[in-house]
């Protein structure tokens, strides 16, 4: 009986850690609900738009196929209706901005996939920032660059 216990108890243990494996980013600030949000990253693909395409990146120097949802929409989803910028800072700390007037004036893409997987923490992982229409040649996507920001742990709603 009490190796039917320990063994049950055991299995009990195992799933609960199978469920709770996702990564997940804390949405703080101006969101909707005015509170901490902990979401697991596949949480944030529900109900928005996903998109995949194929982006160079320019600190990799290579291109990898990029799934994820539009920042504007991420917006429109979690975000009260006066963000005026979003703050992304990474594992290490690293911090960016990104303003309204970006998000609106060109395509963004918060990464959630890459080559059709999750990406996991070894691949800079579990959530980026990509711009899928990256050309060096143009000075816009040249002032992005320091926006290009990996291993996402909290997005704050300005």
């Excluded at 709770?20 to 949480?43: F, M, N, Q, W, Y």
């Excluded at 949802?69 to 006066?82: C, N, T």
């Excluded at 800072?89 to 060109?106: F, K, L, S, V």
């Amino acid at each position: 009986m009490r190796l039917f216990f320990l063994l049950t108890l055991l299995l009990f243990h195992v799933s609960m850690d199978a469920r709770d494996t996702c990564a997940k980013v804390t949405l703080i600030g101006k969101t909707k609900t005015h509170k901490p949000l902990r979401l697991c990253v596949e949480a944030l693909e529900k109900g928005l738009p996903y998109i995949e395409e194929r982006v160079y990146n320019p600190y990799e120097k290579r291109a990898d196929r990029y799934g994820g949802v539009p920042l504007d929409k991420f917006v429109e989803k979690f975000g009260d209706s006066d963000v005026k910028a979003l703050k992304f800072t990474a594992i290490d700390d690293y911090e960016t901005t990104i303003r309204r007037e970006d998000w609106e004036a060109i395509r963004i893409i918060l990464s959630t996939q890459m080559n059709g997987h999750y990406i996991a923490y070894a691949q800079k992982g579990p959530l980026r920032i990509v711009f899928p229409d990256f050309d060096p040649a143009q000075e816009r996507y040249r002032l992005n660059l320091p926006n290009w920001i990996w291993m996402i742990k909290t997005i704050e709603f300005k």
